[in-house]
């Protein structure tokens, strides 16, 4: 039967081992190192801020000249860096955009637009998610990921001069895009209809849980973990070692012909 171990690495590093039985050594198990969540029984503390930012904008616009423009940072935490500005302009440091370097002559865009990223084959990936969104429909729209799902059966193009046009106007200082018409950014809404992922509920957190986390219980005798979750480890435990030993890696197609 299954076991899950704690152990620890040689600089300290908590571990989780999973192992065939518990007489097994460790060496043979598969082992991998905890990540601590950020909810739950066994999150840590989160600390308070003393100084939080309520700020409604990041930034602030400055008339540079006749047609220009330049941004300045309006958090606490920033100071001006004026030598960047011509000598007669006093407007604080501008902020860096792909765009501006263009103007500037720095750079130039190529001949092609090449991203990274893109359509990937794995065998029996259609059959076997055309399966899990028959059988747990009704479980991946609780959780607010079936369009998700179901949109990672399609590839989509794009167009260049859009990703262009996105690109020169991001601001890698502030994480916004800084356009003609103002200051701008993404917001979960966005990111809600571009991944069909939800905006409410709890946290998603991937990580690697302490054994007492993935096999215990509260005093009211409420798991810490749902009860797939010890089945998942342990899937993944047996396709490692069918594979080439506790170092291997577990690919796509093993997970689905599993």
């Not at 190192?33 to 950020?38: G, K, Q, R, S, V």
């Not at 084959?121 to 009704?138: A, I, K, M, N, P």
């Not at 998700?148 to 916004?176: G, H, Q, R």
């Not at 089945?231 to 997970?255: C, D, I, M, T």
Request: hydrophobic fraction near 35%.
């Amino acid at each position: 039967m299954v076991c899950f171990k704690q152990a620890f690495s040689s600089f300290g590093d908590e571990q989780l081992v999973i192992l065939d039985d518990r007489y097994q050594p460790n060496d043979k198990g598969t082992i991998l190192t905890i990540y601590a969540p950020l909810i739950g029984s066994y999150a840590k503390q989160w600390p308070r801020l003393t100084t939080p930012n309520r700020m409604s904008v990041w930034s602030h616009e400055h008339p540079h000249n006749k047609y220009e423009y330049v941004y300045s940072l309006r958090a606490s935490n920033h100071k001006p860096d004026r030598s960047s500005l011509p000598e007669e302009s006093s407007s604080p440091s501008l902020l860096p955009t792909l765009g501006g370097n263009i103007v500037k002559g720095k750079v130039k865009w190529g001949d092609t637009l090449e991203l990274s990223g893109g359509f990937q084959f794995f065998r029996g990936y259609w059959e076997w998610t055309e399966d899990v969104l028959s059988r747990c429909q009704h479980k991946l729209k609780s959780a607010k990921i079936y369009d998700s799902v179901y949109a990672s059966l399609f590839t989509y193009d794009y167009n260049s001069e859009i990703m262009k046009a996105f690109f020169e106007a991001w601001c890698p200082t502030t994480n916004t895009l800084l356009t003609s018409p103002g200051e701008m950014s993404i917001s979960l809404w966005d990111l809600h209809i571009l991944s069909g992922l939800p905006l409410t509920g709890l946290l998603y957190d991937e990580v690697v849980p302490a054994s007492q986390e993935l096999v215990g219980s509260d005093a009211k005798g409420v798991r810490y973990s749902h009860r797939s979750c010890r089945h998942l480890f342990h899937a993944y435990h047996l396709l490692r070692q069918r594979s080439k030993g506790p170092s291997s890696n577990v690919s796509v197609e093993s997970w689905i012909q599993f």
